[in-house]
């Protein structure tokens, strides 16, 4: 079953067109990759995905239902959450406040309940207090969860990211570079954390990553774009020999 259909996406800036015309299909539970060299377009097909840019054209279909049009908290209500290249936290917040603000906006409670602190407030918090903290025990950064996140190594920063993401209870979660700046171990146990994201949770993963050992050891398909065009898609063994790869990645010799 497909979970997300990506349907001829373009997208223009000032008559460059940063993606051309791109179809894929990703499936319910699999992860899926989305690659290229620099430049290629892939964090543009992620913001388009998640409703930042409006595609020219195209159409963008998460379980059965078209939500090109939606608005960006709109994206996320659906089932749908990212991070970004950059890691985006409020660095002189601990980490565990990091995860609760990104809770913020699915808290069951109305305004005039929360300035009044009722019972049914208290209970929310908590319910979401926990919640927080079940995601850093499932990224094993429980420990950190009083400490500032500006203290963190970059490695930790880029977890607490993915827990953000997290805390919406998404079906569908976009990674973008999530192992950049990590270390072999860091990313070693990146990659056992994303396996168990859709192992354990049920979680479909659209990744897009430089790390050519990562996604191939992980992803179960593979799309490959090159200067706004998709070049190649499919499994890790027919994308990594397939030529029009290895010229766009390596000037003609194999991807390992």
Known sequence: ?????????????????????????????????????????????????????????????????????????E??????????QNVELFKHMTVLENLLVGQIAFTKENILSAAFMLPSVKKEE???????MEILRIL????????????QPYGVQKLV?????????????????PAAGMNHSETDELAKLILKLRDEFGITILLVEHDMSLVMNICENICVMNFGKKICEGPPEKVKSDPAVIEAYLGGEEIA
């Open 161 to 177: 990211e993915i827990g953000r993401a997290l805390v919406s209870e998404p079906r569908l979660i976009m990674l973008d570079e």
């Open 75 to 84: 994206i996320i209500r659906v089932g749908i959450s990212r991070t970004f």
């Open 140 to 151: 094993n950064i429980e420990d950190k969860a009083h400490e500032y996140a500006v203290t």
């Open 1 to 73: 079953m497909e979970h997300l259909i990506v349907e001829n996406l373009t997208m223009e800036f000032g008559g460059l067109k940063a993606v051309d015309s791109l179809s894929f299909s990703v499936k319910k539970g699999e992860i899926y990759g989305l690659i290229g060299p620099n430049g290629a377009g892939k964090t543009t097909v992620f913001n388009c995905i998640s409703r930042f840019y409006n595609p020219t054209s195209g159409r963008i279909i998460f379980e059965g239902k078209e939500i090109t049009k939606l608005e960006p908290h």
């Open 126 to 132: 908590k319910r979401i207090r926990d919640k927080a």
